[in-house]
Nanobody
Framework: QVQLVESGGGLVQPGGSLRLSCAAS????????IGWFRQAPGKEREGVSC????????YYADSVKGRFTISRDNAKNTVYLQMNSLKPEDTAVYYC????????????????????????WGQGTQVTVSS
């Protein structure tokens, strides 16, 4: 069964850190580019950070540049999102998703938008930044 499972969300104070994990099962992650998306209440889902299947090409939304870092561990079939200096506006449900197209260990990274990541999606993990 093809599945992505996110974990690591929670409640954190402004300025704090969290590390989200996205574990894949039923398929090998290094065949796909992968992205982290988030959706805040009343807002559209947006691309936060994306990573090529090779791990060499990255994208970060302007709102998270310098604070978030995306990485992958192919041996563990897991992708991570390290989130530092968290702000209340980072509060959202965070999802990981893959492309539907295989880009096996490629440096190519499609646009970090929903229409480029129409493969597998996780169920989401809540991140709340509040004092």
């Amino acid at each position: 069964q093809v599945q992505l499972v996110e974990s690591g969300g929670g409640l954190v104070q402004p300025g704090g850190s969290l590390r989200l994990s996205c574990a894949a099962s039923g398929f090998t992650l290094d065949y796909y580019a992968i992205g982290w998306f988030r959706q805040a209440p009343g807002k559209e889902r947006e691309g936060v950070s994306c990573l090529s299947s090779s791990g060499h090409s990255t994208y970060y939304a302007d709102s998270v540049k310098g604070r978030f870092t995306i990485s992958r561990d192919n041996a563990k079939n897991t992708v991570y999102l390290q989130m530092n200096s968290l702000k209340p506006e980072d509060t959202a449900v965070y999802y990981c998703a893959t492309t539907a197209i295989r880009y096996y260990r490629a440096n190519y990274l499609p646009s970090c938008r929903l229409d480029s990541f129409q493969g597998s999606w996780g169920q989401g993990t809540q991140v709340t930044v509040s004092s």
